[in-house]
């Protein structure tokens, strides 16, 4: 074993939520070392995936206008937006949850995120109009609320935040995979492998940032259940929860929803794992305009029950649910056009001019489709179609119903994409307070431990309303910082931490 590295602040990981930690603790004096266990280039985490969509609460359409650097060509009188109270943030949250999120959290989550987008602004990072928006009578609209995404996505973001922290004087360590903590008392102790070789760091203070455990077959099949080590991972293959399993054998917390996870259709053609060559472009989020089936014709769920950014996270679920964890997803002329752009990358689509054919096309029984086809048809309602609110256009008497964008599909030629479940990440993480310090399974905080992003729970249950990651990673990543720092000075100085 070498010599043991000493330092005030250790960060493990180096994405969003553990980047926004180092920088903070470094601005407020401390030494920080960052401990990463993927290389150089595979630098970032999850975050690095992302398509850098952020939600934040804000007062008014004049407030988000004001940090973008130009409005994608649109003048401000064309944009539908907001306002966005923390309040509604909260309900939002709550009510995806079932209600089961933690209250205090949430809303320190809303509270903190508008102040979260501009520090990320001082950090480097730029904003532009999330392009996913929907369009009607003229108008721009973002339906539910997320509006702005980074300029640049996941890649903006994460390089900005690895240029803050070198500005800063973070000292950051590649293949640094850590492998056991100890929080013994005043200092915590870290085994890591450099490289793969075994060497030690000892902190006044640790901040995990190291994401859950979605790149883990194994632990995906014992946490979240049968077939889930068969989906297929959407972002980093490092997310394996090595040290969430630490913290729990040290008598952390299990807190939150930890047979839950944030899933999503993905191309059923993508990669085990992530491919920072192809980021968020595998997703398939045009469902709530056409209809979904199984391999055995029938569909299974209502795909227009909300606005796609509020229901994309549960509807990986249910398509590994079904026969051969597999699903697609149908459209016709009159549908087409509304497809994501991202659609033309992947899986070619089976494109067909009778229901017959398109179902020789995609394996599937055809009577069974026809008929699926047919009883749908005849149950939607007629109405006025208007992507942009919820229309109330469903389904009669169908079940599983169609609550809103019901079309018929009758206009050849139809296309069908096949999709299956790609897992974003999981929801079950250790326990924080408000102060992001890691609390033992007793309700105590650990002494020296604190803890932000994807490996905490509590925050998110059941569902998930999109661009609320990257915000909870810096909201308490910079509490996690500014923590772990005093704590660090504190111990310096000789005072009680
Ligand atoms: C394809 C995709 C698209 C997404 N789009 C969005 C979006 O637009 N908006 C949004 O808000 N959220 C989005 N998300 C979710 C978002 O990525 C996460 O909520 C957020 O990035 C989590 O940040 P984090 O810092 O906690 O984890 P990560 O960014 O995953 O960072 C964790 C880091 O810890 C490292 N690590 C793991 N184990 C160890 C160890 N033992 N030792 C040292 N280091 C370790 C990993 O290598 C990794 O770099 C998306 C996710 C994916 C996969």
Known sequence: MSEVIHTDVAVVGAGNAALCAAITAAQAGARVLVLEKAPYAERGGNSRFTGGLLRFAFPSKEDVLGILEDLSGFTPEQLDAGPYPAEQYVADVSR???????????????????????????????????????????????????????RGGGEGLVAALFAAAERHGVDIRYDAQVVGVEAPGERVQLAVRFNGTPSAVDAAAAVLGSGGFEANPAARASYLGPSWDLAKARGTRHNTGEILAQLLAMGAAPVGHWSGAHAV???????????????????????PYGIMVNVDGHRFVDEGSDFKLLTYAKIGREVLRQPEGRAYQIFDQRTVGLIEPRYELGSTSVVANTIEALAGGIGVDRAALTSTIAE??????????????????????????????????????????????????????????????????????????????????????????????????????????????????????????
């Open 265 to 287: 259709p993905v191309d059923a053609g993508s990669a085990d794992v992530g491919d920072l060559r192809v980021g968020a472009l595998t997703t398939r989020l045009s469902y």
């Open 376 to 497: 749908y048809n005849a149950s939607v309602r007629d109405g006025e179609f208007n992507a942009a609110v919820l229309d109330g256009k469903g389904t009669d008497g169908l079940v599983p119903a169609k609550s809103n964008w019901a079309q018929r599909i009758d206009q050849p030629p139809y296309v069908a994409y096949p999709v299956t479940c790609g897992i974003t990440f999981t929801y079950g993480g250790v326990g924080v307070d408000a102060h992001a310090r890691v609390l033992s399974s007793a309700g105590h905080p650990m002494p020296g431990l604190y803890a932000t992003g994807e490996i905490t729970g509590g925050f998110f249950y059941h569902n998930y309303p999109a661009g609320a990651g990257l915000i909870r990673g810096t909201v308490f990543g910079r509490i996690a910082g500014e923590e772990a720092a005093r704590r660090a000075l504190a111990l310096t100085a000789g005072a009680p931490a």
């Open 96 to 150: 995806l949850s079932g209600g089961r999120c933690d209250g205090a959290l949430i809303e320190m989550l809303a509270a903190g995120s508008n102040d979260a987008v501009r520090w990320l602004a001082k950090h480097g990072v730029t904003y532009e109009l999330y392009e996913k928006y929907v369009e009607h009578a003229g108008r721009i609209n973002w339906p539910d609320r997320a509006m702005v995404k980074v």
